[in-house]
């Protein structure tokens, strides 16, 4: 599967119009510009899927050299509301030179849901960016922060048991990889919201958070950047 456009092949974008619509993806090999902007939608990734988001272009199945133009540049793989990454499935995410997915940024502020990362039982979800520019932290948001997963807007990341989840900032060609491994932030605008955001490591499962680089002053591998925030170790 390969796809041009920044939006990516498919994806719920205008308005508010995505609000509670899904797209599956099941034993996908993407190649291409960013897979979805799909900003109030939820992904779910089932069985083993690799999405693979380069920097100036890629190579097609026909052997000719597509080059991103403009926009499609240094893209995040996803800018979605939430993902799900079911039971036993197998997920592989590298991206060129941006974070690697940003959950809940543009148009996604909705106080009567909760944005979430959930990663079933048995799964295995690896998220890898290689790069130190390109997309960052989301349309809609107010707070920059290069990072490797960012749950934005009192998000909840929830891993099952039995489960690994690798987020690497990972060294390329010479570039220095500078991005926190996992953030979960508020940001704007400050909305009162219901809930309270969370982070939960199932029984058995691994949480790896692996910086190949410098990391900005202050930062780490780790940012709990709001008050009222739970972590969790079954």
């Given at each position: 599967?390969y796809?041009?456009?920044?939006?990516?092949?498919?994806?719920?974008?205008?308005?508010?119009?995505?609000?509670?619509?899904?797209?599956?993806?099941?034993?996908?090999?993407?190649?291409?510009?960013q897979l979805?902007?799909?900003?109030?939608?939820?992904?779910?990734?089932?069985?083993?899927?690799?999405?693979?988001?380069?920097?100036?272009?890629?190579?097609?199945?026909?052997?000719?050299?597509?080059?991103?133009?403009?926009?499609?540049?240094?893209?995040?793989?996803?800018?979605?509301?939430?993902?799900?990454?079911?039971?036993?499935?197998?997920?592989?995410?590298?991206v060129?030179?941006?974070?690697?997915?940003?959950?809940?940024?543009?148009?996604?502020?909705?106080?009567s849901q909760?944005?979430?990362?959930?990663?079933?039982?048995?799964?295995?979800?690896?998220i890898?960016?290689?790069?130190?520019?390109?997309?960052?932290?989301g349309?809609?948001?107010?707070?920059?922060?290069?990072?490797v997963?960012?749950?934005?807007?009192?998000?909840k990341?929830?891993?099952?048991?039995n489960s690994?989840?690798?987020?690497?900032?990972?060294?390329?060609?010479?570039?220095?990889?500078?991005r926190?491994p996992?953030?979960?932030?508020?940001n704007?605008p400050?909305?009162?919201?219901?809930y309270?955001?969370?982070?939960?490591?199932?029984?058995?499962?691994?949480?790896?958070?692996?910086?190949?680089?410098?990391?900005?002053?202050?930062d780490?591998?780790?940012?709990l950047?709001?008050?009222?925030?739970?972590?969790?170790?079954?």
């Amino acid at each position: 599967m390969y796809g041009m456009s920044y939006y990516g092949p498919f994806d719920f974008y205008l308005d508010r119009t995505g609000v509670g619509s899904t797209i599956t993806y099941r034993n996908i090999n993407y190649l291409g510009a960013q897979l979805s902007a799909s900003y109030q939608a939820t992904v779910i990734f089932e069985g083993k899927n690799r999405v693979t988001v380069p920097l100036e272009g890629y190579t097609s199945h026909d052997g000719k050299y597509r080059k991103f133009v403009g926009w499609n540049m240094d893209d995040t793989a996803f800018e979605v509301f939430s993902i799900h990454f079911k039971d036993k499935s197998d997920t592989d995410i590298k991206v060129a030179n941006a974070d690697g997915v940003i959950l809940a940024s543009y148009y996604a502020d909705i106080p009567s849901q909760q944005p979430e990362l959930l990663v079933g039982d048995n799964a295995n979800v690896k998220i890898t960016t290689y790069g130190d520019s390109g997309e960052d932290y989301g349309i809609g948001a107010t707070s920059s922060l290069r990072t490797v997963i960012d749950v934005q807007r009192h998000g909840k990341f929830i891993i099952g048991e039995n489960s690994t989840v690798t987020a690497e900032s990972a060294s390329a060609s010479g570039k220095k990889a500078n991005r926190v491994p996992y953030r979960n932030s508020r940001n704007s605008p400050l909305t009162p919201y219901s809930y309270k955001p969370e982070t939960t490591i199932g029984k058995g499962s691994t949480l790896n958070l692996i910086s190949n680089g410098a990391t900005y002053a202050g930062d780490g591998l780790l940012i709990l950047d709001q008050n009222d925030q739970t972590f969790n170790i079954e």
